[in-house]
């Protein structure tokens, strides 16, 4: 049984080229890690759809996002708890857009959110690793970084040039 995870995530307006390398990733790392991500167009689509074998948990904000027929639906009051700590409005969100932002801190921590992923693998307009270096196009998944780095968690955006071997050095092995 594995139990290694990582979070696959990123922006939903990612250029094509970048989205059929993470299709590529999903798919090399689909037998040695289990993917977490979030059911939206763009990245998280990408990196789910280059899973073959059932090794990832989507984490939805409601039954059938974006067609999804994950059964990891919603949020707990913990991970909205937890999130609400990385957003400047949080109290001003609506509900549903409350559960959307909480699902980071799954695809970051598990579903139990004590169960870290190893990194966070994604791709932004800006590069952003660090909350330092988010910025407005870091959009949503500035959340998950945040959180990652509060956590120890590497984050590797694949928007910047060494992204390759970094991801190389934490799973251990050459990506062909």
């Given at each position: ?36 991500s979030?059911?939206?167009p763009?990245s998280?689509l ?43 409005n949080?109290?001003n969100l ?13 695809q970051v ?45 590497p ?22």
């Amino acid at each position: 049984m594995l139990t290694k995870y990582y979070a696959g995530i990123g922006s939903r307006r990612v250029p094509d080229t970048i989205a059929l390398r993470m299709r590529g990733i999903a798919r090399f790392l689909q037998d040695d890690y289990i993917l977490r991500s979030g059911g939206a167009p763009g990245s998280d689509l990408a990196f789910e759809l280059g899973v073959s074998n059932g090794n990832k948990e989507i984490f939805i904000p409601s039954k059938g996002f974006n067609g999804s027929e994950s059964t990891l639906i919603g949020s707990t009051k913990e991970a909205m708890e937890l999130t609400s700590k990385y957003h400047p409005n949080w109290k001003n969100l609506k509900e549903y857009v409350k559960i959307l932002m909480a699902r980071n801190a799954n695809q970051v921590l598990g579903n139990d959110l004590i169960t870290p992923s190893e990194f966070v693998l994604c791709w932004t307009p800006d590069g952003a690793e660090s909350p330092k270096q988010r910025s407005r196009d870091t959009g949503g998944t500035g959340q998950a970084i945040s959180i990652a780095y509060d956590h120890g968690i590497p984050v590797i955006n694949m928007k910047n040039p060494l992204w390759i071997e970094r991801l190389e050095q934490i799973i251990g092995c050459e990506i062909i």
